[in-house]
């Protein structure tokens, strides 16, 4: 139905920031809410964050409130994760997701998954 394409990883210093982009395409519908979600290898898929359609409704998972903000434009069907004060165990492989409310993403849902993108921090 709709793809993710993600990016905006990279190789970074503790402390330092990245912003990641998601672009959706396909059969995409509005009202849909984004977020993100992060993997290291040996453990689970783990929820980051979501946004709601109008940008009202926004959470964050513990690790990164405080850190980290996500937006989104739907003119664009992109969702951003604005990372600030990365830390070393902020690395992993960052995902966007899609869904039909922030709380299908909560419950570590997701309609679409990408490929990816790769973030490591160094300490």
């Known amino acids: 139905q709709v793809q993710l394409v993600e990016s905006g990883g990279g190789l970074v210093q503790a402390g330092a920031s990245l912003r990641l982009s998601c672009a959706a395409s396909g059969r995409t519908f509005t009202n849909y809410a984004m977020g993100w979600f992060r993997q290291v290898p040996g453990k689970e898929r783990e929820f980051v964050a979501a946004i709601s359609w109008g940008g009202t409704r926004i959470y964050y998972a513990d690790s990164v409130m405080g850190r980290f903000t996500i937006s989104r434009d739907n003119a664009k069907n992109s969702v951003y994760l604005q990372m600030n004060s990365l830390k070393p165990e902020d690395t992993a492989v960052y995902y966007c997701?899609?869904?039909?409310?922030?709380?299908?993403?909560?419950?570590?849902?997701?309609?679409?998954w990408g490929q990816g993108t790769q973030v490591t921090v160094s300490s």
């Open positions: 997701a899609v869904g039909r409310d922030t709380s299908y993403l909560t419950n570590g849902r997701s309609d679409s």
